[in-house]
């Protein structure tokens, strides 16, 4: 890394000491004693954090089938991050503010691309911005992010983070275009490596509560489309479904051509993609990670090709990671490493 960078990133892991007196690298993740645990961990974040804490500059692109793709643009320089939030969230999720917070501190520039119908007012943060067509998005759908990448001015180097939804759709993307040089780096954190796994992991345990809590506005969303465009969705399953198979089978699956649940989430899978990825990437999961079982995470290590570096720390939770001496001094060591990495790596 030149010295020209705002901030020193360094080549070499920095070397902290712990609370015991062991030193350890800054690439290995220890959980805040105050917030232990798989639930906590990925919970806290999105219950106190700030939504709003970067100030961005809204654009609206024309997508090649007459849509609008909403981006929110942070202004900088020497290198431009590309942004993909997680499944219902958005560009105010509380961990792309927290990357975008991380990304303003080095003077970098940034872009947060707002899957369709996944934007919010910015006047208004319970209101979402639907889109004009009458397609929404998935955890595998690549073309917008391949319109965007495209789109982008090429005056700045280009970088890019995922976070589970949506670093599933960039591994995927970087996977189906082995040779493409826009990327030069690319980080994720928790990704659904295989969906269907992640899906029966989701039945169980407190796995129930978290799905209702992305059904609030899928469901919302189903409705929408049919009502706006005259899809035919089967809304009767989409509003009794209980586990995110039944609602795929009800209503993604149709909405994209796919056969079934079990198409959908066998063709929009990350996992049969890594091994033809060359872009330099790196990979965070946590092994407590409610959302995905720890054997799909070993079974993405296997296939991966030497591309792709993978650091799996014990705790973390769900996009949570979060250390810190206590509530009010909070870290959120994948945010920050994601951003170190990819600045390192480009």
């Not at 509003?239 to 699956?253: I, L, P, Q």
């Not at 799909?296 to 705790?315: C, G, N, T």
Request: aromatic share 10%; glycine share 8%.
């Amino acid at each position: 890394m030149s010295d020209r960078w705002p901030l020193s990133v360094g080549r070499s892991p920095e070397i902290r000491a712990s609370a015991n007196g062991e030193r350890r690298s800054a690439n290995e993740f220890s959980p805040a004693w105050w917030i232990r645990g798989p639930h906590a961990q990925t919970i806290w974040g999105r219950v106190t954090r700030r939504r709003s804490a970067v100030v961005l500059r809204r654009e609206v692109l024309r997508t090649p089938d007459d849509d609008d793709l909403v981006v929110d643009h942070l202004d900088g320089r020497q290198l431009r991050f590309v942004l993909l939030h997680g499944l219902e969230g958005s560009s105010n999720s509380v961990y792309i503010q927290g990357l975008l917070r991380v990304i303003e501190r080095y003077g970098f520039a940034a872009t947060a691309m707002n899957f369709r119908s996944c934007a919010r007012d910015p006047r208004r943060l319970s209101r979402f911005v639907m889109n004009r067509r009458p397609r929404l998005y998935h955890s595998g759908e690549t073309e917008d992010l391949d319109f965007l990448l495209r789109s982008l001015p090429k005056d700045l180097p280009i970088v890019a983070i995922g976070a589970s939804l949506g670093g599933n759709v960039l591994l995927k993307w970087l996977g189906e275009h082995p040779t493409q040089q826009i990327v030069r780096a690319a980080a994720t954190m928790s990704v659904p490596y295989d969906l269907a796994a992640g899906a029966r992991q989701l039945e169980r345990g407190l796995g129930p509560l978290y799905v209702a809590q992305f059904f609030h506005t899928m469901r919302q969303k189903t409705v929408s489309v049919v009502q706006r465009f005259g899809v035919k969705l089967d809304v009767p399953g989409a509003m009794r479904a209980r586990t995110f198979h039944e609602f795929d089978n009800a209503s993604t699956a149709p909405l994209f051509g796919f056969r079934d649940a079990a198409d959908y989430y066998d063709r929009a899978s990350s996992l049969p993609f890594l091994g033809a990825i060359t872009t330099p990437a790196l990979c965070i999961s946590a092994a407590d990670d409610p959302f995905l079982p720890l054997d799909a995470v070993h079974r993405a290590q296997r296939v991966a090709s030497s591309a792709v570096e993978f650091i799996v720390p014990r705790a973390g939770g769900h996009t949570g990671f979060i250390g810190g001496s206590a509530p009010w001094r909070t870290d959120y060591w994948a945010e920050e490493l994601m951003v170190r990495w990819v600045a390192e790596k480009q």
